[in-house]
């Protein structure tokens, strides 16, 4: 009875050992190929994908960003024009007011004249008077004192915040000096109208023109 031959061990590694060598640098290329492949096709394009998808939204973040920069500068910039346009406001309001405050428009001007050492001998509110755009609010006024007081009188006025117009100024009669002995000056009369302004309410008929004789209203900024 024959016996069955034997299976030979090792015969990939004898087969390859036989193989010349072209053969062998042939396979150990398409090892390294198929190796490569993998790598490239697993490894290398994922992580292409996730620095382009990276890349992306960095671009897009800084996009953002920039957008992000320029809405703050425009808000910036809208809120110093709004607080600007709020003082410019309040300015004309002071120098304009909706309301006639006849007892302050009298009391700045009471007190001016005591700062600069007037002597008031009338003050006389007289009707208020329409205009286009605005109202007018005359008050007589008879004061006495020294050139230089009265000049002082007047300055003072033209630094109040609100509109006044001093109008219609006469001087009356230069008396000598009875106050004050030690000083040689004059004491100079002087009649004049103190006009302030208001703004109209919106249920007050707006007049025509301005009535004949009075000067229009000054400009914010221009003094009396």
Do not use: C, W
């Not at 809405?71 to 410019?88: K, T």
């Not at 003050?123 to 230089?148: I, K, M, T």
């Amino acid at each position: 009875m024959a016996k069955p031959a034997k299976k030979q061990s090792g015969g990939g590694n004898e087969a390859f050992a036989r193989l010349p060598a072209a053969g062998k640098a042939g396979i150990g290329i398409g090892l390294v190929a198929v190796i490569g492949a993998v790598y490239y096709f697993a490894l290398h394009m994922s992580m292409t994908d996730e620095i382009q998808s990276a890349q992306g939204r960095h671009v897009q973040l800084m996009q953002q960003m920039t957008q992000a920069r320029a809405q703050n500068a425009e808000y910036v910039r809208l809120r110093e024009e709004l607080a600007q346009r709020e003082g410019l406001d309040r300015a004309n309001l002071r120098a304009l007011p909706a309301e006639a405050e006849t007892a302050s428009f009298l009391q700045d001007l009471n007190r001016l004249a005591e700062l600069s050492g007037l002597e008031i001998q009338l003050v006389e509110p007289r009707p208020e008077e329409g205009a286009d755009h605005y109202v007018r609010l005359p008050v007589r006024l008879q004061l006495s004192g020294r050139y230089h007081q009265l000049a002082r009188f007047f300055y003072n006025v033209s630094r109040l915040d609100r509109l006044i117009s001093m109008e219609n100024i006469n001087l009356g009669e230069v008396q000598a000096n009875d106050r004050d002995a030690q000083v040689d000056e004059v004491i100079i009369s002087v009649e004049v109208l103190a006009t302030t302004f208001r703004r109209p309410d919106e249920a007050e008929p707006q007049a025509a023109a301005t009535p004949p004789g009075a000067p229009g209203a000054p400009q914010p900024g221009t003094g009396t």
